[in-house]
């Protein structure tokens, strides 16, 4: 197989990173946008020794499972992966995918349970960020290509709510009618960064969010205005401050513009606020759902509850009507401010939070004499660390609950605690993120014997 040549190639199977994989003669060739059964004309990009990386230039033969797209930025946009095939599908390929990280990484080889669906499939996400960039004299705003940080304007997203259009439209006019300059990446000069905006699914509220180099943004009460004329739902909006040559999109420093720099949500029956560095499932409806597949996995019927990476406390706060005690562990201040007055909002006295590492929280924890009966753990994309495990191990929780949005770190984290003494006793996939290529998955496991 060489460069440039174009081959027949029937799909057989497709990876969580959207591209469909077919064989010739015992090498993998991936191929974007193809679903499973396609037989594509496919044009061969790169060639490397184990697996080959090629375009569709040809749909020879569609699949059942492909349908026409619905978003005229796919698949240029980086944000969905599968829109080019129907629901039921990109579920099948999900459950698969954590099915088979649970075999190959984790070595667990029992039952997982089917994956539950979203409740809805569009306009699902309570939060987007958003990249700026001018390219060819003019202003884009949407979401990075795939692999690249170049930006594919796409204002009117499916994922998002219709209001968060609005919000882009009044940015855009401000930019134009103020000639505020456009980071760029390049070079690293301009000013406004990001355009982040989170709405409360239930309450509706909505958090705007300007993201820029500088502390100063020119004609400010200007865009406050113009966003509290348009959008009646406008509680806050925030400045944060990024001057870093980073990858990271968030800085350090939030400074209100107009309102308090919070919002608030209904979560599980409890009011939450919320303010811009707070972590908070972007799909509520789904996240209530996994939330009570938690606290039933948890079962904390009078015992103490450790909840790891809480971040504004709302999954232990769910189920601190039935427990003992919900201590609280997060490293971001403002999300321990956030969960120390959720608790405070729903008359929950039983809650305690600690800002720290979670690794150094639980060891102090253990220095405490404190030994939970169950561990929540909700850790980012890349997975525990070394160290905290052995803390879990040495707390010795007679229950783990293990939330992820990452089935292969997931995965790792299991095949280590299987050796350190516990067991897998369920296992759930949730599709938190239609469309795209995450899927969310929670994981029960007893110290071996219980």
């Known amino acids: 197989m060489k460069k440039n040549e174009r081959i027949v190639l029937s799909v057989t199977d497709c990876t969580l990173a959207g591209s469909g994989v077919g064989h010739v003669d015992g090498m993998a060739v991936l191929t974007p946008a193809t679903a499973v059964g396609d037989e594509i004309t496919a044009h061969i ?3 490397k020794k184990t697996c080959a990386f090629a375009k569709a230039v ?4 569609a699949s059942p499972d492909r349908i026409v797209p619905d978003c005229p930025a796919f698949p240029k946009c980086g944000g969905c992966l599968f829109r080019h095939i129907t629901y039921a599908a990109e579920l099948r390929l999900k459950e698969n995918q954590v099915r088979e990280n649970l075999r190959r990484i984790g070595h667990y080889t029992g039952p997982v349970e089917p994956i539950v669906p979203s409740p809805r499939v569009d306009g699902y996400r309570n939060k987007a960020q958003y990249p700026l960039s001018v390219q060819d004299g003019a202003l884009q705003i949407g979401f990075y290509a795939p692999r690249s940080h170049r930006v594919i304007d796409c204002r009117g997203c499916r994922l998002q709510p219709a209001s968060f259009k609005t919000v882009l439209d009044v940015f855009e006019e401000w930019i134009n009618r103020y000639s505020v300059p456009v980071y760029d990446e390049q070079t ?6 990001h355009i982040y905006i989170r709405q409360g699914e239930h309450t509706k509220e909505m958090l705007v969010c300007a993201v820029a180099t500088r502390a100063e943004l020119p004609h400010a009460d200007a865009l406050c205005r113009a966003l509290r004329d348009a959008l009646p739902q406008l509680k806050t909006v925030v400045l944060n401050l990024n001057p870093d040559d980073t990858n990271v999109i968030l800085g350090k420093t939030c400074v209100p513009l107009f309102g308090d720099g919070t919002i608030e949500d209904v979560l599980c029956g409890l009011r939450v606020r919320l303010s811009a560095p707070s972590f908070y499932q972007v799909n509520t409806l789904q996240a209530e759902a996994l939330y009570r597949k938690a606290a039933e996995l948890a079962a904390p019927d009078g015992e103490t ?9 709302t999954i232990g706060l769910s189920m601190a009507d039935r427990a003992k005690e919900i ?3 997060e490293i971001v201040p403002e999300a321990v ?6 608790a405070e ?17 639980a060891a102090q924890l253990e220095k405490e004499g404190v030994r939970p009966a169950v561990v929540l753990l909700d850790p980012p994309r890349k997975g525990c660390a070394g160290e905290l495990l052995e803390t879990v191990f040495r707390l010795s929780p007679d229950r783990l609950v293990y939330i992820s949005c990452d089935s292969a770190t997931l995965s790792r ?3 280590l605690l299987q050796k350190g003494g516990y067991a897998v006793r369920t296992a759930v996939p949730f599709d938190m993120f239609p469309r795209t290529g995450h899927v969310e998955s929670v994981v029960k496991l007893t110290r071996a014997g219980l």
């Open 45 to 47: 990009l790169k060639v």
């Open 58 to 61: 040809e749909i020879r033969r």
């Open 305 to 313: 509850v450790l909840d790891l990476y809480c971040g504004a406390g």
């Open 188 to 193: 690293k000069k301009g000013l406004l960064r």
């Open 345 to 361: 909002r729903n008359g929950i006295g039983n809650a305690r939070f600690l800002c720290a590492d979670a690794a150094d929280a």
């Open 337 to 342: 401010d956030d969960a120390v007055h959720n």
């Open 327 to 329: 201590i609280g562990v």
């Open 413 to 415: 984290d299991v095949d």
